[in-house]
């Protein structure tokens, strides 16, 4: 319930999909993989990836939920986050990781940029499509 108390900067709003949206989203789409992010105790951003369903890349997996609170940004919580969730959705027979963000949002192209995503297309609503390789694939 945390997760829906977080805030994003003034500028920011409307760049990323509400959490409330996105937690009772994943309460009807099983794949979603809902995560809170921590500093220490508190809860301080929300993520969420999931599997590619939809066709035959079982081994993409998009990563499309992604904040950190105001009062949090700024302090490496987003980076450390990026990294850990990396990981975590490597080990899962993964080969491809996408993420889908507005052209409009800066910050989260050049943090893409820095761990290795590159552009490889536009959605239907706009929103900019990176991705990352993954070389460390786990089998299952």
Known sequence: MQCIR???APEQEGLVASNVDSIAESKFELHYVPRAIYNNENVV?????CPEIETEEKDLYWLFRFMVDVKYQKQGIGRAALELALGEISK??????N??????NSVAAKLYET???????IAEDGDIIVQK???????A
């Open 6 to 8: 977080l805030k994003l």
């Open 45 to 49: 951003g929300f993520l969420m990836y």
């Open 92 to 97: 899962n027979n993964c080969r491809k990781i």
């Open 99 to 104: 993420i889908i963000y507005s052209p409009k």
């Open 115 to 121: 761990f290795g995503f590159q552009q490889v297309g």
């Open 133 to 139: 390789r993954v070389n460390n694939m786990t089998t």
